[in-house]
């Protein structure tokens, strides 16, 4: 408890003089305030963008286009795993090239999925779904591979075959691994959208960000900013945090090392 | 109503070699019987187990219960591994009703099966615990109660009580015998330490160094329930290991060897 306090103390502390430095420098006027805006213009800029509801539009259009693309990513994602996993002609065909899509930043699908789709929804599910899918996809499969075998053997002993050992045994044994997955996964799609929406794709938050910019309006870009990453860290922590510390409920330790598999 | 061991070998490819871990082994063990196997390390005790189990086939000869092939791995003979294998993301009772819900026994008639047989084993209270949270002799119980919870004709137990200090060991003993008495159940009991095995076997088959061969089944007459430092036992357990010793040495020689050639 004692320690709670102590880095809760540590952190209002670092965040209070990080913003008064910040408000300093703004006061100063250093640079001009179209550049450097002091946090007080931010905090009014990020006011006024939910006061005439356009980040509460873009929020929602970005919300919606992670919903589709990321679940589309999971399912996928997920039932390409287990196929590698259960048949070695998947693992060696599609599972090797999963492997190497994985490793191409998901923005470089965009100049693709353009051409293929025109600038519309398409194109952006296209670029996150392509994002996203490969490192669950890896995941799964590092999990369905590391089942201890004891496991496997007992459930076989006490009569689950087939389809029943995958869905009572094997999946919820992959389970640490698969969450792991699915976070980056999430890490992944959510760059991806951001970038798609900077670069090209009309409306969320990425398109206000650039908005901000067109109109030399710093303290609204850094506004945009600071709702994408309080976004990131409520997923973070209510989403993936909770699953996470529910599983370390029921396997106790040895999640950690079950986890470091999927890193 | 037996199991027949009849004339079973089985070996394994080792590095371009094959290596042979049991010949030629010939056991029956009646229904009802807490039948015990020893030998020294490394001499098929494992192996022969997985062949009652129906995990892997023999090479040559025959495993039957009841004059039935055995061929294929069944609920009715269930493994307790040495690692249990209970499942970690289950409760205790979860992890009872596991095998039950295979079965596919409805909900309500597995758990009230479970329940009776987390009392068996006194752990009703820990019935909402996951795995991590007990203490290694707890887990055996659990695994136990998920055993017995199908209702299988054979138990096979693998070593289960190794890894457990000196007094869990001494009360999973009595558990266990208790439980043998009042349920009757087929138990195949593997181990290599000696004083277990004649604590806790009507019978105890002696296996050679390997390739495993059977040297000798002792039977044990002392009344139960028996402990494991009953002076009573230490006759036979002298008996056991003379038989053994010029085996154990043998391992002991092959290991050193293999160690200098490499």
Request: hydrophobic letters at 50%.
């Amino acid at each position: 408890m004692n320690f709670m306090k102590t880095r809760f103390v540590r952190q209002i502390v670092f965040y209070g003089i990080l913003l008064i430095v910040w408000e300093g420098l703004a006061l100063a006027q250093v640079w001009p305030e179209y550049i450097f805006p002091s946090p007080l213009d931010v905090l009014r800029s990020l006011a006024e963008g939910f006061r005439d509801s356009t980040f509460w539009v873009a929020i929602g259009i970005s919300l919606r286009r992670i919903a589709v693309g990321y679940g589309i990513s999971v399912i996928l994602g997920g039932l390409l795993g287990l196929a590698i996993s259960r048949f070695s002609i998947v693992k060696d065909t599609v599972g090797n090239l999963s492997l190497g899509l994985q490793t191409l930043p998901s923005i470089c699908w965009l100049p693709l999925a353009l051409l293929w789709f025109g600038i519309n929804e398409r194109a952006i599910y296209f670029v996150v779904i392509m994002g996203a899918t490969f490192s669950i996809t890896m995941a799964t499969h590092a999990g369905v591979r590391n089942v201890q075998p004891i496991f496997i053997k007992a459930g076989r002993n006490m009569g689950a075959r087939r389809i029943t050992l995958f869905r009572e045994v094997i999946i919820p044994a992959a389970m640490p691994s698969i969450l792991a997955g699915l976070k980056q996964g999430w890490s992944f799609a959510w760059r991806s959208l951001m970038a798609g929406e900077l670069l090209f794709v009309n409306l969320g938050l990425g398109h206000l960000l650039m908005m901000g910019r067109e109109l030399n309006d710093m303290s609204r870009v850094i506004a945009v900013m600071v709702v994408i990453a309080v976004i990131s860290i409520l997923t973070d922590k209510f989403i993936f945090g909770t699953a996470e510390s529910h599983l370390q409920r029921k396997w106790g330790l040895e999640i950690k090392r079950k986890a470091s598999f999927a890193q | 109503m037996s199991l027949i061991v009849d004339h079973v070998s089985k070996s394994f490819p080792n590095q371009n070699k094959i290596l042979p871990v049991l010949r030629d082994i010939n056991l029956e063990i009646q229904a009802g019987e807490l039948f015990c196997i020893v030998g020294p390390s490394g001499c098929g005790k494992t192996t022969l187990l997985n062949i009652i189990a129906g995990l892997e086939p023999p090479d040559i000869g025959t495993t039957t219960w009841n004059g039935k092939r055995i061929d294929h791995i069944s609920p009715q003979r269930l493994m307790i591994f040495q690692e249990l294998g209970l499942f970690p993301w289950l409760t205790v009772l979860k992890n009872v009703e596991f095998g039950l819900k295979m079965k596919g026994i409805p909900a309500k008639e597995r758990r009230e099966t479970a329940l009776a047989h987390l009392e068996m084993v006194h752990l009703v209270k820990f019935k909402d615990a996951y795995i991590h949270e007990l203490s290694g002799g707890m887990k055996q119980r659990v695994a136990l109660a998920r055993a017995l919870a199908m209702d299988p004709q054979m138990l096979l137990m693998d070593e289960p009580f190794t890894a457990l200090d000196a007094q869990t060991r001494a009360m999973l003993h009595d558990e266990l015998q208790r439980l043998w008495i009042s349920t009757k159940k087929t138990i195949v009991f593997v181990t290599h330490n000696i004083r277990e095995a004649v604590c806790l076997g009507d019978r105890v088959a002696v296996l050679s160094a390997r390739p495993g061969m059977l040297k000798n089944t002792v039977p044990v007459t002392l009344t139960r329930p028996r402990r494991i430092e009953d002076h009573g036992l230490m006759e036979i357990v002298r008996v056991i290991l003379g038989e053994l010793k010029n085996e154990i040495e043998k391992t002991v020689r092959d290991e050193f060897h293999e160690d200098t050639v490499r």
